[in-house]
């Protein structure tokens, strides 16, 4: 199959995604968070499509994307505690809402859950496709399986060609991570972090609870609350080591590590912050972006781990704090590690 790309400003671009979905094809779009892999949602078919594109495991569920809020009611039993005060202030954007499903959302979706996922994304692009295909639309991120999330079309591209018919290409994406996962069966229950931060939720809920697996591996045994957080995940090819600390002693150990790795023969890179750059000498490193504000970290991260990958076969990267967008920043890092980390 070949794989088109057409520019989002197209005017054809739009239609001619909305005809593929309708057909009960795959195309992949951007959105304010990452590149999505959309299917027509209510169709079981299709949405197979995607599970056999990406090669991903069919027990993990999608989240159905919506054009208007209210598209998104007929998709949940009932109407979500908090939903509305939440749609309000965050829709479109990038916090996706979890509660118990109706019927016309087929098991592929919910991979048999009694729950599902939904989000309306802030992205003009995208809610013109969704409106288009005049379906709520299912969509993973738009890699391969276990790979780093795409943030521009280039980045589908090396995933997807030959396995998808078009890519809609709408520019680097603007947040660079996936929208905040939130469960509102029970207490309200952050599944995965995104922009959408743990205290901007608890401004509006009170209380708000953190899956545990957030910043952990999975125990034995242990039942994930979102059936994504068990697998591998955003591991690029070359080994990712991370060191959490302030600035200095973290530019210290890594440029240790550093060292090790080129006394053993590897290719390290350094993922660096800002605030470490002028601690590492002559090694060779990329900026991140600043502590300051982790949100430019998360929005370089999985491009950068995929530049990297080609460069480097150790990728050695600075961890920070979870305040804010720094817990996204850390669950991403952390995963693509396989959580081998060093805490100063
Ligand atoms: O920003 C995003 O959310 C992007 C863009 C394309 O919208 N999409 C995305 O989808 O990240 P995906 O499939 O890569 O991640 C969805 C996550 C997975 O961890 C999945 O297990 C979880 O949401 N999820 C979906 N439905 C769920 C449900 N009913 N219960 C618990 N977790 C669910
Ligand atoms: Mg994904």
Redesign the pocket.
């Known amino acids: 199959m070949i794989t088109s790309i057409l520019s989002t400003q197209d005017t054809q671009a739009v239609s001619a995604g909305a005809d593929l979905i309708k057909a009960g094809g795959l195309v992949a779009f951007p959105?304010e968070?990452?590149?999505?892999l959309g299917a027509n949602g209510l169709d079981g078919a299709a949405v197979n499509r995607i599970f056999e594109a990406k090669g991903r495991p069919n027990d993990?569920?999608?989240?159905l994307?919506v054009a208007e809020k209210e598209d998104a009611f007929p998709l949940w039993a009932a109407e979500p505690p908090f939903a509305r005060k939440l749609m309000d202030t965050f829709w479109p954007g990038?916090l996706?809402l979890?509660y118990y499903r109706s019927d016309i959302v087929p098991d592929e979706v919910?991979a048999g859950?009694d729950?599902?996922?939904v989000?309306m994304?802030d992205n003009e692009a995208a809610r013109a496709l969704i409106a288009a295909a005049g379906v709520p639309v299912a969509?993973?991120?738009?890699n391969l399986s276990g790979k780093p999330?795409p943030t521009t079309a280039a980045h589908v591209l090396q995933d997807m060609d030959g396995r998808i018919p078009l890519i809609l290409d709408g520019g680097p994406c603007r947040y660079g991570v996936?929208?905040t996962?939130l469960?509102l069966v029970g207490v309200p229950t952050i599944?995965?972090p995104?922009a959408v931060t743990k205290e901007m939720l608890a401004a509006i809920l009170g209380e708000v609870a953190l899956a545990p697996s957030i910043l952990q591996p999975l125990g034995a045994g242990e039942k994930a609350?979102?059936?994504?957080?068990k697998y591998k995940h955003y591991a690029p090819n070359a080994q990712v080591l991370v060191v959490v600390g302030e600035a200095p002693a973290a530019a210290g150990r890594l440029s240790a590590l550093y060292d090790e790795c080129i006394a053993a023969g590897k290719r390290p890179y350094i993922a660096a912050t800002a605030e470490a750059l002028p601690f590492y000498d002559r090694r060779r490193c990329a900026l991140l972006g600043t502590r300051q504000d982790p949100t430019t970290l998360c929005s370089r991260l999985f491009a950068l781990l995929r530049e990297l990958d080609e460069a480097a076969d150790v990728i050695l990267c600075e961890g920070v704090g979870t305040e804010g967008t720094g817990l996204a920043f850390m669950n991403r890092l952390l995963r693509s590690a396989g959580f081998r980390v060093e805490y100063l």
């Open positions: 959105t968070t990452v590149y999505g993990n569920p999608l989240i994307h990038p996706t979890i919910t859950l729950t599902v996922a989000r994304p969509a993973p991120s738009a999330s996936e929208s996962v469960s599944l995965r995104g609350a979102s059936p994504g957080m």
